[in-house]
């Protein structure tokens, strides 16, 4: 009776265990985005300091945006052509590749890109800064690193995602440009004039920049958490750095589902 | 005494216990630094010292007792009163921590910058004043990683002494330097120290330090187990002091971590 008991506890106490890890650290997360929250008046005096992040984030995230769209863009150009042309409806693939794009690809492959690009880099800083003493060194200089190194970060991080996903956007498009029209031979007319009537500037543009702004302040909270609690090691500053990027991978998939659901579902009806 | 600010010791602290979680680091430190003197922490690797300067530092609290620092209690103080102290305060890391995305010139004006509306012609001024003083100011310019680990160690400094602090601290200024730049570190902590007019804390295990220290802590295994000046630390019969200024590999701290027998884990 007693070892039933004991083996009922044991594995009560395994199914708990990572239950109330996720919750601790759900709660972790939180408390350090309030805080973060409460150190980010420095951005709104100093926004040099967040102009200067927005460089190395946004800036420097512009080439591999900028191939990665072009790619998609004629990608998509190439199979929706092909499979649009067997119902004989070629003509409609400027609508079709540009609301893919702005619904759905755009936000999502390039917060997938930025997560990887610069939520990647942005973890290892902070993590590195920490190893080195240099958060510590701050904060003995009166100066705390939470207004100072991570806030500035954030708000680059999440600014830079939805003019970064624009710039996808318009970059994916002209790449479907290019294989229809210009290589496929569809007429320029058309493939404009069909993007036009379909593609709603407040329901298909804004709600895609809506998502880009949820999956901006996701990947960046993700990226300085996971810097900024990194183990002050080779390893600690290597694991938050793979956290990084999969945990944001894999919430902006989620979250791109349940925004979808919210914005998208009835459009039809 | 400790109420009014001018008690002699600018830094007290009173039976102070430290764990980080279960971990016992620190039991029943008492320690006077007198203003204006060299005091050194001297102990092995990993028996608590720069946590110490942590404690002193107020980035870490202690578990019990208590830090007076220029004659507050660092317990009651909220973190906006814990920041202005910090102002007063400089500190060397153990490995410069030096920002590694500006150059020396920026390091050096960081404090001053963030915390002071100095004008910039001023601030240049002021940076290169305290480089020179650390024999540096040919390397304004220069980044980080350019440095050698003894020119970091001295930026490192300059950083620190940027406000004219009244308290130094220093957590292994020595570790990994030429004897070159060992003896220009050492140098310039005591001339830096008495030019302020500062008090200075070195945590240390290069007895090297005994030549410009006025007093000596030694620590083991979380305790103070021994005080006094150069002069006594190195003249005493302490067994335990005997060991470390001799560097004797084996005595009262054991050079084995505590085993099973030796020959039954080999199975003999």
């Known amino acids: ?269 | 005494m400790t109420t009014n600010g001018h008690s002699d010791n600018l830094v007290d602290m009173r039976k102070v216990d430290f764990a980080y979680g279960e971990r016992a680091v620190l039991q029943d430190i008492n320690m006077q630094v007198p203003r204006g003197r060299i005091v050194a922490i001297m102990g092995g690797s990993g028996s608590g010292k720069t946590t110490l300067l942590r404690l002193i530092g107020g980035q870490v609290k202690p578990s019990r007792g208590e830090v007076i620092v220029d004659g507050r209690s660092l317990a009651g103080l909220r973190n906006k009163e814990m920041f202005e102290l910090r102002r007063t305060m400089g500190m060397l890391f153990q490995m410069g921590a030096l920002f590694t995305d500006m150059n020396v010139f920026d390091n050096v004006a960081f404090q001053m910058r963030e915390n002071t509306d100095l004008p910039e012609p001023l601030i240049r001024d002021l940076v290169l004043m305290k480089l020179h003083a650390v024999g540096l100011r040919g390397a304004w310019n220069l980044m980080p990683s350019q440095l050698s680990g003894g020119m970091a160690r001295r930026v490192a400094l300059a950083r620190a002494i940027a406000l004219d602090p009244t308290l130094i601290m220093y957590d292994e200024p020595f570790a990994g330097l030429d004897p070159i730049s060992l003896a220009v570190v050492s140098r310039l902590i005591r001339t830096l120290n008495d030019a302020l007019g500062a008090t200075s804390i070195i945590v240390t295990h290069e007895k090297e330090s005994l030549n410009i220290v006025d007093y000596v802590y030694l620590v083991s295994g979380g305790t103070i187990i021994a005080g006094g000046t150069p002069e006594e630390i190195q003249q005493t019969s302490d067994p335990y002091v005997r060991q470390f200024v001799d560097a004797q590999p084996d005595g009262p701290v054991a050079f084995h971590y505590p085993a099973p027998d030796y020959r039954e884990m080999l199975g003999l």
């Not at chain 1, 420095?42 to 420097?60: D, K, S, W």
């Not at chain 1, 496929?184 to 702004?213: H, P, Y």
């Not at chain 1, 949820?214 to 694991?239: C, E, R, S």
Request: one cysteine or more; glycine letters at 12%; aromatic letters at 10%.
């Open chain 1, 1 to 269: 009776m007693k070892s039933l008991f004991s083996a009922l506890a044991g594995f009560l106490r395994r199914l708990g265990a990572p239950v109330s890890g996720a919750l601790i650290g759900l709660g972790q997360g939180t408390r350090f985005l309030f805080a973060m929250l409460a150190a980010s008046g420095t951005c709104l005096r100093r926004p040099g300091l967040v102009v200067r992040e927005m460089y190395f984030v946004g800036v420097l995230s512009l080439i591999i945006i900028v191939v990665s769209a072009l790619f998609v863009g004629m990608v998509l150009g190439l199979q929706m052509y092909e499979t649009l042309q067997r119902f004989g409806s070629g003509d409609v693939v400027g609508m079709v590749v540009a609301l893919a794009l702005v619904r759905e690809l755009g936000p999502v492959l390039a917060a997938l890109l930025i997560a990887s690009r610069a939520g990647s880099a942005l973890t290892a800083e902070i993590g590195l800064m920490k190893t080195t003493e240099q958060l510590s060194a701050m904060e003995m200089m009166a100066i705390q690193p939470l207004s100072r190194v991570v806030a500035p970060r954030f708000w680059a991080g999440f600014l830079s995602v939805p003019l970064l996903t624009s710039v996808f956007n318009v970059v994916g498009i002209y790449g479907g440009y290019l294989v229809a029209v210009e290589g496929l031979g569809v007429d320029a007319g058309t493939f404009w004039s069909q993007m036009q009537n379909a593609v709603d500037f407040r329901l298909d543009v804004v709600n895609g920049i809506i998502k880009s702004l949820f999956f901006g302040a996701a990947i960046m909270l993700i990226a300085v958490y996971q810097g900024y609690q990194a183990a002050p090691t080779a390893a600690g500053v290597a694991m938050a750095t793979t956290q990084t990027v999969v945990r944001s991978a894999l919430i902006i998939l989620g979250m791109d589902f349940v925004l979808t659901a919210f914005m998208f579902t009835g459009m039809g009806s």
